[in-house]
């Protein structure tokens, strides 16, 4: 991930335009004419080997030519000639280029596909930064920036729009410059060569000019990226995107029930989710969010009061909140006795609240404030139709004047004056003074539907998990060997014995299971076995083995058993004469009437890895479809989200007097199969179907695992980093007290509450240069949920007996997006200082940033803080004078031999006590 030279591509002194035209509808006439005529504030140069002047500005033979080295190049040139022309270009020190050319291997062409790297061979060495190729270019009209073919001028505004599509930057700009809509950026990323989503979220997250970032995607090329850039970004401002392609069916065949059901869009969905990033699925839908967002900032639920003038809006309203999983406002006895006095008798005493048609501004503005001071509502739409007894304009300047006058802890008020030719000037009304408004009552439930979609991913972005309830290491050694012997074998599943082994090394309850290799040894099984018996077949050809009867359910003697496996075989050898048999699997019944059949699986995506999958279970898995995917690395508030968004979830909850079944187990299973997941990079598929769940707990009755030989580290495929556990080490202080080292966990957010409030107030002011009363829920979040890939915070924690954790010691560094530089912070308590914690912690994530590749670490210092400035000086940093702080200096330390694989010159920054 990368923002480097982006400064250079949105923020250019000066621009060439290579392949610049004066024929009338070319491309390179276009791209001259808009770039000319934008109001940028340098130089531009046209490059033409035969035109004197492009639109009355002389113009240049060749790029050797130019009076001066361009930061932006535009290319528009033949695609054979543009590797040459960024050779030469960086070689200049240009440091950004927009390559409008197509040819670069769209379609598979070989060709374009050498010159595609060609290209990026020949920019490498300058670190000059590439958007397209194949692309519509770049607008940043707040700086008179148009590099591109648009046929429209864009507004200046807070909206960045980034796309893979050139053809969705002209439609937009056609759809939004009537309606007075602006933008920050828009961006055509094309073929993404070079500059792509993940950089584009990077560098939009820090821009202050962008208030929205909105992303038409076609594909993802590098999750891991995206997902931390997208995670990043949308902490601080809200991410929207359209997925393009949901039906696109999976070009590969499904070899297990988690295949099956595991679609590429519901893959991205999950993506989403876990990034914050809100999914809609059209632009007026694209929009709508935008606007909403920016003018309602949170609600703090979903339960929507509507008040309207119409019955039938009001009834479509309703179908399209429920449609939506919102929940309408019961309203409270206060409220339905205050509306008795304001309203006719006629009025609907409830929700919706039908004021009836000839409603004037007054009785609107009446109903309206009772309304908002029903603290069992979350927001109110306003709706109105037009009628010849009463005025629409009069009822929503009623709507405008009660929203002036609403405390701001109200709840926001959304409105949809239905019709055209009458609500138009209503529209207008509410706009100019900050009330989001809809044409049509579904398009406003849709659009508070945004805000409460938004306000929940931000609370789980926030939220601190659970802990697993208990402490257990699962027995890595052991599926180390069932995983190499089946590899040595060359086999590609596990069979289910095996496969049910790795379960229990990682503390997932399964059903014993015994291997027989003929009838008789099946039946010599089943008079081990206390009680009635399954029997399945056993064969590496056959994976779903009901589809060839290939299950024998409540065998109550072994002659049972021995004469179902004999009759198994002669069915089999009917139905599947190429199967390979090799035996049967024994295992005893296992009887809970009240269990439900779950399934709990795991897919490796192509883009974004490894997937877990969750959902109802048993035979009928596929047709139910009924599942929910998630990223891992999973922690229990996540399973908990991934349960709770299945259908199978309310039945889980108790139903007609079915206990309810234990959910506790159910996310500690989830979070257990991710762990595994995330341990071994050999696990390609995983299934365990049926999961049998009820009050007492869960166990997988059948599984299966498919393996293939790898030589990546397990977290490389993850598309979210994991917890690194190889950071986790036992210090011992100078006093002989003994703390675990190790990253910081969301987890740690109540310990950190109280290591808080054990500091001493100088100890706080000394690492956050004020004093500070408490730690903000924001503050804790930003502090305990990490991205492992962009920065690291180890804790020194100190176990109790019996007793929660407790955090004595941080120290972090956060990496800028490019890797190069790192703020470090460090904390010790008060209690223990003096001891070394300090120094040790210092020692850890020095040498953590040095294998990260960082080059130079930095912090701030206040000059009384001689402690922490004593440390410093033992580890080498130098002082130099602080930009802004005159009580503060600024401590850098340099990493010799930490330079980039890319060829950058790398740098890391901090407020500190120790």
């Not at 960086?90 to 596909?113: D, H, L, P, Y």
């Not at 075989?569 to 024994?586: K, Y």
């Not at 299966?704 to 977290?715: D, F, L, M, N, T």
Request: charge should be negative; include cysteine; glycine fraction near 8%.
């Amino acid at each position: 991930m990368t923002v480097r030279n982006l400064d250079a591509l949105f923020r250019p002194r000066s621009i060439a335009v290579v392949g610049a035209g004066t024929r009338p509808g070319s491309v390179g006439a276009v791209l001259a004419r808009n770039l000319l005529s934008a109001g940028f504030g340098g130089p531009i140069m046209p490059v033409h080997p035969r035109e004197r002047a492009i639109n009355g500005v002389y113009a240049y033979r060749d790029v050797a030519s130019l009076p001066e080295t361009p930061d932006l190049a535009v290319l528009v040139t033949p695609p054979p000639s543009i590797p040459g022309l960024v050779a030469e270009l960086g070689q200049r020190g240009t440091r950004a280029a927009v390559i409008i050319t197509a040819g670069f291997g769209e379609g598979g062409n070989e060709e374009g596909s050498r010159l595609r790297q060609a290209t990026l061979d020949a920019a490498r060495p300058h670190l000059l930064r590439i958007v397209g190729p194949n692309c519509l270019g770049v607008l940043v009209p707040g700086s008179g920036l148009n590099a591109s073919f648009a046929h429209l001028a864009p507004q200046p505004g807070g909206v960045a729009f980034v796309t893979q599509s050139g053809a969705l930057v002209t439609s937009v700009l056609d759809w939004a410059v009537p309606r007075g809509i602006g933008f920050s950026h828009l961006v055509s990323l094309g073929a993404m060569a070079d500059v792509d989503f993940g950089d584009m979220l990077d560098y939009l997250a820090s821009d202050g000019q962008t208030r929205a970032i909105l992303l038409y995607i076609e594909a993802v090329t590098n999750a891991r990226k995206f997902m931390s850039a997208a995670r990043a970004a949308a902490r601080v401002k809200p991410v929207i995107a359209i997925k393009a392609g949901r039906f696109t069916e999976a070009a590969r065949a499904a070899s297990s029930h988690t295949g099956a059901l595991a679609g590429v869009d519901a893959v991205y969905d999950a993506a989403f989710t876990r990034a914050g990033v809100l999914r809609v699925y059209d632009l007026v839908e694209l929009f709508d969010a935008v606007e909403t967002l920016s003018r309602i900032r949170r609600v703090e639920g979903d339960r929507l009061t509507i008040l309207t003038n119409g019955g039938g809006i009001g009834v479509i309203a309703m179908d399209a909140l429920l449609a939506a999983g919102g929940r309408p406002t019961t309203l409270s006895p206060e409220t339905i006795d205050r509306l008795d006095r304001v309203l006719p008798p006629t009025w609907s005493r409830g929700n919706p609240v039908d004021i009836i048609g000839d409603a004037t501004g007054a009785r609107y503005s009446d109903a309206l404030e009772a309304l908002l001071e029903d603290r069992g509502s979350d927001a109110i739409l306003v709706l109105n139709c037009p009628t010849a007894v009463a005025s629409s304009g009069e009822a929503a300047e009623a709507v405008v004047s009660v929203a002036r006058r609403a405390p701001p802890h109200a709840p926001p008020i959304f409105t949809s004056w239905v019709g055209e030719q009458s609500a138009s000037d209503a529209r207008r009304l509410f706009g100019d003074n900050g009330l989001p408004t809809y044409a049509t009552p579904g398009d406003a439930v849709r659009a508070f539907s945004h805000v409460v979609r938004y306000r929940r991913m931000r609370t789980q972005l926030m939220e601190a998990p659970p802990s697993l309830p208990e402490k257990y290491r699962p027995e890595q050694a052991v599926v180390r060997e069932i995983i190499d012997d089946a590899l040595s074998d060359g086999r590609e599943w596990l069979n289910e014995q095996e496969s049910k082994q790795v379960l229990a090394a990682y503390t997932i309850p399964a059903v014993p299971t015994e291997i027989a290799g003929s009838p008789e040894e099946a039946r010599a099984a089943a008079e081990r076995i206390e009680g009635s018996v399954a029997l399945k077949i056993l064969s590496p050809d056959i994976l779903h083995k009901t589809d060839v009867q290939g299950v024998a359910l409540n065998l109550a003697s072994p002659e049972q058993v021995e004469a179902a496996a004999r009759t198994m075989l002669e069915r089999i050898a009917v139905a599947r004469p190429d199967a390979r048999i090799t035996g049967f699997t024994v295992q005893q019944m296992v009887r809970r009437a009240s269990a439900h059949e779950l399934i709990v699986g795991m897919i490796e995506d192509a883009q974004f890895g490894p997937v877990i999958l969750f959902g109802r279970g048993g035979t009928a898995v596929e047709v139910a479809a009924d599942k929910a995917l998630a990223l891992p690395p999973l922690n229990l508030k996540l399973a908990h989200e991934q349960i709770a968004s299945t259908g199978i979830s309310r039945f889980l909850e108790g139903y007609r007097g079915r206990a309810p079944a234990d959910r506790e187990a159910i996310a500690a299973t989830l979070v257990k199969i991710s762990q595994l997941v995330c341990d071994f990079a050999e696990i390609v598929e995983l299934d365990v179907n049926p999961l049998l769940a009820d009050e007492s707990g869960v166990t997988a009755l059948d599984a299966r695992i498919r393996v293939q030989a790898s030589e990546a580290p397990p977290h490389a495929r993850l598309a979210i980093c994991p917890y690194p556990a190889e950071l986790e080490e036992e210090v011992t202080l100078a006093n002989g007290r003994t703390f675990l080292l190790r990253p910081v966990r969301a987890e740690d957010a109540p310990a950190f509450h109280r290591g808080f409030a054990r500091l001493d107030p100088g100890d706080i002011r000394m690492r956050f240069f004020a004093p500070m009363g408490r730690l903000s829920p924001e503050i804790t979040e930003r502090l305990t949920q990490i991205d492992y890939d962009r920065e690291m915070a180890l804790v020194a924690v100190a176990p109790g007996e019996g007793e929660p954790e407790e955090v004595f010691g941080v120290v972090r560094i956060i990496a800028d997006p490019d890797n190069r530089r790192a703020e470090y912070a460090i904390i010790v308590d008060s209690s223990i200082k003096g001891q070394g914690l300090g120094r040790i912690l210092m020692d850890r994530i020095i040498a953590h940033a040095r294998r990260r590749g960082i080059g130079e670490i930095w912090g701030d210092v206040l000059r009384e803080n001689h402690r922490m400035l004593a440390v410093c000086d033992e580890f080498g940093f130098r002082r130099e004078p602080h930009p802004e702080e005159r009580d503060a200096v600024r401590v850098v330390l340099t990493l010799p031999g930490a330079e980039r694989d890319d060829g950058a010159s790398p740098q890391a920054s901090s407020r500190s006590s120790e």
